[in-house]
């Protein structure tokens, strides 16, 4: 329809406000430059120039015609009216779904203090989990020998260390290649010369060893030179600090009097005591099969 065509723009003028200023001699001109160029002898191959130069010539008709003109520059202005109130409405539309959505991000996004709060706590949380796997790494791995060599160090020559303590402490050691030693065995092996309050054992390439450390310092005395250990692989027993010759003295009456106890009174007592048990479990033993 002839409402919905721009007609300044079919004579190739501009439109708007711009072509409702051009006078009929400028439309006139912009006309027969046109009819020139669309004419349909000049375009004998276009099937559609009938056609272009028909519209050419009815958009030329109403521009030239006084009231046609004012009427269709009206509805150019209408419509640029139209255009720009719609524009304005659709940016303050875009605007207040800006502004909401933006009000909506900021009402459900976190609270920058607790958010940090929460990050401070992960990352501590985390740290403290690393530094406890470094620590169980590190035990893990901490070898045998320098746990030995640390408490050797803590209990023998830590600055200010009794000379007492030493004094009860016995370094034991045997080949690796033999028949191995627990804490436990070496415990139960010097117990019989008294209370044996600790046994850490360290180890090297060839050598085992182990420092016993006996309650009293006559225990330690008493068990040096006397326990062998198994055959197979017997124990060197060597004191950490040689005792004083009182000491030594004081030790051998000791088990010289224990050795006399050992054959009368309640020695004795208890020497015929243990021989009795035994008969009676062998005669009850027989008696069974």
């Given at each position: 329809?002839?409402?919905?065509?721009?007609h300044?723009?079919?004579?190739?003028?501009?439109?708007?406000e711009?072509?409702?200023?051009?006078?009929?001699?400028?439309?006139?001109?912009?006309y027969?430059?046109?009819?020139?160029?669309?004419?349909?002898?000049k375009?004998?191959?276009?099937?559609?120039?009938?056609?272009?130069?028909?519209?050419?010539?009815?958009?030329?008709?109403?521009?030239?015609?006084?009231?046609?003109?004012?009427?269709?520059?009206?509805?150019?202005?209408?419509?640029?009216?139209?255009?720009?109130?719609?524009?304005?409405k659709?940016?303050?539309?875009?605007?207040?779904?800006?502004?909401?959505e933006e009000r909506e991000?900021?009402?459900?996004?976190?609270?920058?203090?607790?958010?940090?709060r929460?990050?401070?706590?992960?990352?501590?949380?985390?740290l403290?989990?690393?530094?406890?796997?470094?620590?169980?790494?590190?035990?893990n791995?901490?070898?045998p020998a320098?746990?030995?060599?640390?408490?050797?160090t803590?209990?023998?020559?830590?600055e200010?260390?009794?000379?007492?303590?030493?004094?009860?402490m016995?370094?034991?050691s045997?080949?690796?290649g033999?028949?191995?030693?627990?804490s436990?065995?070496?415990?139960?092996?010097?117990?019989?010369?008294?209370?044996v309050?600790?046994?850490?054992?360290?180890?090297?390439?060839?050598k085992r060893?182990a420092?016993v450390?006996?309650?009293?310092?006559?225990a330690a005395?008493?068990a040096?030179?006397t326990?062998?250990?198994?055959l197979?692989n017997?124990?060197?027993?060597?004191?950490?600090?040689?005792?004083?010759a009182?000491?030594?003295?004081?030790?051998?009456?000791?088990a010289?009097?224990?050795?006399?106890?050992?054959?009368?009174?309640?020695g004795?007592?208890?020497?015929e005591?243990?021989?009795?048990?035994?008969?009676?479990?062998?005669?009850?033993?027989?008696?069974?099969k």
């Amino acid at each position: 329809m002839d409402v919905d065509i721009d007609h300044y723009n079919v004579l190739g003028l501009p439109s708007g406000e711009e072509g409702a200023k051009l006078t009929e001699k400028e439309i006139s001109k912009a006309y027969k430059l046109k009819a020139l160029e669309l004419h349909p002898d000049k375009r004998p191959d276009d099937p559609n120039a009938h056609a272009n130069f028909q519209k050419l010539k009815s958009s030329y008709e109403i521009l030239k015609d006084e009231k046609a003109r004012k009427l269709f520059d009206d509805l150019l202005r209408v419509k640029r009216e139209r255009y720009v109130r719609a524009s304005q409405k659709d940016a303050k539309r875009q605007k207040m779904v800006s502004d909401l959505e933006e009000r909506e991000r900021a009402a459900f996004a976190p609270d920058p203090a607790a958010r940090a709060r929460e990050e401070e706590d992960r990352i501590t949380r985390k740290l403290k989990e690393e530094i406890a796997r470094i620590r169980a790494m590190h035990a893990n791995k901490r070898a045998p020998a320098a746990s030995a060599l640390k408490k050797e160090t803590a209990g023998v020559t830590k600055e200010g260390a009794s000379n007492v303590d030493r004094e009860k402490m016995l370094k034991v050691s045997w080949d690796k290649g033999g028949e191995d030693y627990t804490s436990e065995r070496l415990k139960e092996l010097f117990s019989r010369f008294g209370e044996v309050e600790d046994v850490v054992i360290s180890s090297s390439k060839k050598k085992r060893s182990a420092l016993v450390q006996m309650a009293t310092i006559e225990a330690a005395i008493a068990a040096m030179g006397t326990v062998s250990g198994n055959l197979s692989n017997p124990l060197l027993i060597v004191p950490v600090k040689p005792a004083t010759a009182t000491e030594l003295s004081s030790v051998q009456q000791s088990a010289e009097s224990a050795r006399l106890n050992n054959l009368v009174g309640t020695g004795y007592k208890a020497y015929e005591d243990s021989v009795l048990e035994k008969l009676q479990k062998a005669a009850a033993a027989k008696n069974q099969k």
